[in-house]
């Protein structure tokens, strides 16, 4: 069991990719603007995470130059490979030699066939923003489609993939719906989510991760026709900056409550949720003491 | 300069109500830049994009004073006889010069010379502010370090000219942190004749809620507009400033699906009635940021210290003082009308 919680995963691509940088941005707190001090990964950077309280995120973060890449294949093949959870593998959409890129993902995914062929396959095409707006989606679907054939041939046919930038919210919707491909009891927070939606006659009810504010799930997931459909990540975006300036305060967020309509409270120790009531006629403190009961269910 | 031009500039010489700043400076100085990312919230890294300004360009900027900030270009030279800038110098009460810190200031100081002793000549009241800008990329040393030897350097040349009682105001700018806004904030202050009364009614609001700081923001471009008395801590005003952002994006994502939720639940006719925004937010250490909408797009933001006192109560409080401050405002606006419209 305790074994089972921990979870690897394997951040790789080649060197310049933004690996480093997505780590920081989702995990340490960084700024977009931050990430360029980062230096060059040495080796492999490993950072454990604990994630809604009972799963902790083992990151290897692999250093993408060469002479490294070469040595998880041949040495240490053997110790990166083995048990992993997900491989998360970033593509540079600016690099110049494509090629050699997908040539190391297949590589790795050989070694992923060998060691551990459960493993579930993410790609990201990294630093979307230093393409132009109309040709984006194109080059997506032609790298896509590209990737999609060369994973299904090592045996790993359902890939998934997200453009991505550090300079959007584009980066939080994609490790949203990594992270969450982990959690095991995610349909008993779903369900209790929507209780919690009848019962407080909300619009919508969004659950975060506290630390991360990463999307675990949401009340309404399809039908929320109306809404804007990026509006999780950009609640993720913008909390995460309004945490960074409370730290000015020296303090932790608590509570927000917007018009009396939108509330945003702690619901345990690791999770956030986000409420948006269709009226704004209810009193606070009945809103405020629903909250609190429905703590218990989401412990 | 174009007659069209000429025709705004005389127009606004009637129009008593507007003040006026001027934003002058050597070229390539950052000025664009600065009203781009005041009033246009413009990412400060996508201003290195903008443009060479050739023509002078109007921003109007309406918050408790109607202000207009024209920016001319960094090339002209102001004393082509065709350019009428006695009128324009003369209808203006502020006037900003940006000095490139990390550029050769030598000449700029030798032109905001010549511009300050024309300027003086013609609106002995004009206020003078200087901008040393750009100083996100030097160290903390040589800030200080530049900011006295261009106090100095502008001092022994108004000297020269035989101006040595112009006040002349001096800050230290960068487009990458808040220290613009702060600045601006300042500038604009000076032209706003009920300042002082502002400022008592803030102090007075502070001492009866426990209220930390206060400040009085415009919501589009965060610059503020009073405070009170307390010195201003950048730290705070940062975390204020970032307050109505976050206040504004989270209610804008949600504004319009509640206009369609009750046009499509059919049977209220009710129509929809903007709310005034407010937001309160509690911290871990008890600290509350509050936020209020004021009168013409402006928002009060406090940071309150409940001190081991029950949160709700001090709310309570806050509000009521809060509401009080506001109708306040209402009446110091509606007797600041009266002298425009006389002027009309």
Request: with cysteine.
């Amino acid at each position: 069991m305790a074994t089972n919680n921990r979870k690897k995963l394997l951040l790789m691509g080649r060197s310049g990719s933004g690996k480093s940088s997505m780590r920081s941005i989702i995990f340490s707190n960084y700024s977009a603007f931050d990430t360029r001090r980062l230096g060059a990964t040495i080796d492999v950077e490993h950072s454990h995470r604990r994630f809604l309280g009972n799963m902790t995120l083992n990151l290897w973060d692999c250093g993408g130059q060469d002479v490294f890449m070469e040595n998880y294949f041949t040495k240490q093949k053997d110790h990166i490979f083995q048990m992993v959870q997900v491989l998360i593998h970033v593509f540079d959409v600016e690099s110049q030699e494509v090629m050699k890129d997908i040539e190391i993902f297949t590589r790795a995914l050989k070694q992923l066939k060998h060691y551990s062929p459960d493993a579930k396959i993410f790609v990201l095409l990294h630093k979307m923003d230093l393409v132009q707006l109309d040709k984006r989606e194109e080059l997506f679907q032609l790298m896509m489609r590209k990737l999609q054939e060369t994973s299904a041939e090592y045996g790993f046919p359902n890939l998934v993939g997200f453009p991505t930038s550090i300079w959007d919210e584009s980066l939080y919707k994609a490790w949203s719906q990594i992270v969450c491909s982990l959690i095991p009891n995610m349909a008993t927070y779903q369900a209790n989510l929507k209780e919690l939606k009848s019962v407080m006659d909300a619009c919508e009810i969004i659950l975060f991760e506290r630390s991360t504010f990463l999307v675990i799930c949401s009340s309404n997931a399809a039908n929320g026709e109306r809404l804007d459909p990026k509006r999780f990540e950009k609640i993720s975006n913008i909390m995460k900056n309004f945490k960074q300036s409370c730290t000015k305060l020296k303090s932790g967020f608590r509570t927000l409550v917007i018009n009396e309509n939108i509330y945003v409270s702690e619901l345990s120790s690791n999770m956030v949720c986000f409420i948006v009531l269709n009226t704004s006629d209810d009193c606070q403190q009945m809103v405020l003491e629903n909250i609190k009961k429905a703590k218990q269910f989401f412990q | 300069m174009s007659n069209e031009e000429m025709a705004t500039v005389s127009k606004l010489d009637n129009e008593e109500s507007k003040a006026m700043i001027l934003l002058l400076g050597l070229r390539r100085g950052g000025k664009s830049s600065i009203c781009k990312v005041l009033f246009h919230n413009m990412q400060p890294l996508d201003t290195l994009y903008l443009e060479s300004t050739s023509n002078p360009t109007m921003e109007h900027f309406s918050t408790l004073i109607d202000l207009a900030v024209m920016e001319l270009p960094g090339q002209l030279n102001y004393f082509e006889p065709s350019y009428d800038s006695e009128k324009l110098f003369r209808s203006v009460g502020g006037l900003v010069y940006v000095i490139d810190s990390q550029d050769e200031y030598m000449n700029a100081i030798t032109n905001l010379a010549m511009i300050i002793e024309y300027a003086y000549k013609v609106n002995p009241n004009i206020n003078i502010e200087v901008l040393i800008h750009k100083v996100d990329g030097l160290s903390e040393d040589f800030k200080l370090d530049a900011q006295r030897d261009i106090m100095q350097r502008t001092g022994e040349e108004l000297l020269e000219l035989g101006l040595d009682g112009v006040q002349v105001s001096f800050y230290l700018t960068s487009i990458f942190d808040h220290s613009i806004y702060e600045a601006f904030s300042r500038i604009v202050q000076k032209l706003i004749p009920e300042l002082s009364y502002l400022e008592n009614m803030l102090d007075n609001l502070i001492q009866h809620s426990k209220i930390e700081k206060a400040f009085l923001f415009d919501i589009n471009s965060k610059i503020y507009v009073s405070t009170d008395s307390s010195p201003v801590d950048i730290q705070l005003y940062e975390v204020c400033a970032e307050f109505v952002d976050v206040t504004i994006d989270l209610f804008d994502l949600y504004k319009d699906s509640h206009r369609s939720d009750k046009r499509a639940s059919g049977g209220e006719t009710t129509p929809y009635r903007p709310r005034e925004l407010k937001n309160v937010a509690q911290l871990g250490n008890d600290v509350i940021i509050y936020l209020k909408q004021m009168i013409r797009g402006l928002a009060l933001v406090a940071v309150i210290r409940p001190n081991g006192a029950d949160a709700e109560s001090c709310l309570t409080v806050a509000d009521y003082n809060v509401d009080i401050l506001k109708r306040g405002l209402e009446e110091i606006w509606a007797n600041a009308r009266i002298p425009a419209k006389d002027a009309v």
